[in-house]
């Protein structure tokens, strides 16, 4: 089984909650109506099992729906609070399903209205439906401008999705949609002279680099340098303090080997991200941390097992290029990363490439193109969701320390 989630923001920028994409098995990569029943009730009942907290929070989640399980009462193993019910529109609609989208809204189940592109006044199910959703790629926004009106008279929730550029993002917004789905916010908006406090606040990284990339790295050194920035100081005697169980850490050195070398420079490089993010959308963090231990605990589990270190940093950097705003190129190159994870950040070249291939791959949904790129390493199905699954969690403990 793969379960893989999008976020969808708001107009703030902010996470309002998440689409799931998954697969019942490497046998239905094309649904027809029974295999897509059949991967909605194997998600459902393994969110159910597992906790829906561990893969989407405490966020909203986004759920296709085909005629068969919207008749069912497999939804109620979700609390109604949680879900939204994606109705595609390709569903037949008759009076037993105009029926059952009744009772479920009156009962308090909010309900969406997937790929739209019907006539919105005519259309039989946008009574029952709190959102609907326009794929501005099958749908421009030039083409909907009299739906997305009628909606909003409604007081619909409207929502874009395959937003790919800040500019698409703008222009949905400025039409009035409130809810926003697509891979825009890892992108880099280049428009010129990089932002001066980024480049101060990776001068300050860059010296503990090159301290840790020494044959035989000096905690004392190391200590001076990270006295000399309060804040950074603060962050990490925080993070050392939550994984010391009691023990009392009286000195930024006694920190530092209280940590271990290895585990410094991860802490370290996770920090500057967090720091680098200030004033990008929180998810983009988010995403870096789930890409780091992703891209490590699939180089565990396959031959690249003796690279997952610098798998993990690659995973890590990976959305560096957005959170400057540069292109990758120009963001890495004082970075003195390895030739392994250099090539596959800037050229998607080398051997950890097809670990970002595959975790990109895995992020969109794209099942075929994620198969054919497992078998390549000899990577398994419930290897690669495993890994997902733990990365999703080990990353939000991970956001709980560097932002309380």
């Known amino acids: 089984m793969y379960i893989a989630r999008q976020p969808i923001f708001n107009r703030q920028m902010e996470v309002y909650g998440y689409e799931l994409l998954f697969r019942a098995s490497a046998n239905a990569i094309v649904f027809d109506g029974r295999s897509a029943t059949k991967a909605t009730a194997s998600v459902l009942a393994n969110l159910f099992e597992s906790g829906i907290t561990n893969i989407v929070d405490d966020k909203k989640v986004f759920i296709n729906f ?3 399980l919207l008749e069912s ?4 193993l979700i609390d109604k609070d949680r879900l939204v019910i994606e109705v595609l529109e390709t569903v037949e609609v008759d009076d037993v399903l105009l029926d059952r989208m009744k009772v479920l809204k009156e009962e ?4 969406a209205l997937d790929d739209f592109e019907s006539d919105y006044k005519s259309y039989p199910l946008t009574p029952y439906a709190k959102i609907i959703k326009f794929d501005l790629f099958r749908t421009p926004l030039a083409t909907i401008q009299d739906s997305v009106l009628r909606a909003q008279y409604d007081r619909k929730t409207i929502l874009a999705e395959k937003i790919e550029t800040r500019e698409d993002f703008q222009k949905a917004k400025d039409m009035g949609f409130q ?3 697509g891979f825009f916010f890892s992108k880099p908006m280049i428009v010129g002279k990089k932002n001066d406090t980024k480049t101060t606040s990776m001068s300050q990284y860059f010296q503990l680099f090159q301290e ?7 905690y004392q050194v190391l200590a001076e340098i990270i006295e000399r920035d309060v804040r950074l100081s603060y962050r990490l005697l925080y993070v050392v303090s939550s994984r010391a169980k ?5 000195s ?3 920190a530092l080997t209280f940590m271990g070398l290895k585990e410094l420079d991860r802490w370290i490089r996770v920090l500057m991200i967090q720091e680098l993010g200030q004033d990008k959308p929180r998810e983009l963090i988010y995403m870096s941390l789930i890409r780091s231990k992703f891209a490590e605990s699939i180089a565990l589990v396959t031959y690249l097992k003796g690279a997952k270190y610098e798998a993990a940093m690659m995973g890590l950097f990976s959305t560096l290029d957005a959170l400057l705003d540069l292109d990758m190129a120009t963001a890495v190159k004082d970075l003195s990363l390895t030739e392994k994870v250099s090539s596959a950040l800037v050229q998607y070249q080398g051997e950890l490439a097809i670990i970002r291939r595959i975790m990109e791959s895995y992020e969109q949904g794209d099942w075929s193109h994620l198969d054919r ?4 390493i000899k990577l398994y199905e419930e290897e690669v969701y495993s890994c997902y699954l733990s990365s999703v969690r080990w990353a939000k403990d991970v956001m709980h320390l560097i932002y309380e």
């Open 212 to 218: 840790l990339e020494k044959e035989e790295p000096s």
């Open 246 to 250: 009691g023990e009392l850490i009286y």
């Open 252 to 254: 930024i050195k006694k």
């Open 73 to 76: 009462d497999l939804l109620r």
């Open 373 to 376: 790129l497992s078998k390549l």
């Open 66 to 68: 085909n005629k068969e």
């Open 108 to 111: 308090g189940y909010e309900m």
């Open 179 to 181: 809810l926003f789905q």
